[in-house]
């Protein structure tokens, strides 16, 4: 689900290291939910990822916006909107509603995530990989 694949570079290393890093914190979510035990409570440990996933979101999309204008991209503005409404997303996430099924409601969040940064790498992103790396 969060695994790098090389179609994702947008030759641009910063970039790639970030995305790498995006995905490696969707790893760890991942991995807390399938080695829970039966009946022991994971909520603090996912808020605390799902907080760090937020926090570095927020961090690599203004490193990105930063460098998509001082390269003059030409759809920095609807780029930025897309990031706004995914970082609104994640900072809508409902903590009682990961307290109340934490597997379940977790594992929408994370396929929500996963979908949303591998088409936006995909579509989005490598729309200004060959300005930028050029």
Not at 19 to 39: P, S, T
Not at 46 to 57: D, H, K, P
Not at 72 to 77: I, R, S, T
Not at 110 to 133: P, R, T
């Amino acid at each position: 689900m969060f695994e790098w694949k090389e179609e994702y570079s947008v030759g641009i290393d910063k970039i790639d290291k970030q995305h790498q890093k995006l995905l490696e914190i969707g790893r760890e979510i991942v991995y807390v939910l399938d080695n829970a035990q039966e009946g022991i409570d994971q909520y603090d440990e996912i808020i605390s990822l799902l907080s760090e996933l937020q926090e570095y979101t927020v961090y690599h999309f203004n490193s990105e916006e930063e460098m998509m204008y001082k390269h003059d991209f030409y759809e920095l503005g609807s780029h930025k909107f897309q990031h706004k409404m995914f970082v609104k997303k994640l900072e809508d996430i409902d903590p009682d509603k990961i307290d109340e099924g934490q597997k379940g409601f977790t594992l929408e969040i994370l396929n929500f995530v996963a979908n949303w940064i591998g088409n936006h790498i995909m579509k989005e992103d490598q729309k200004y990989a060959e300005l930028i790396s050029e």
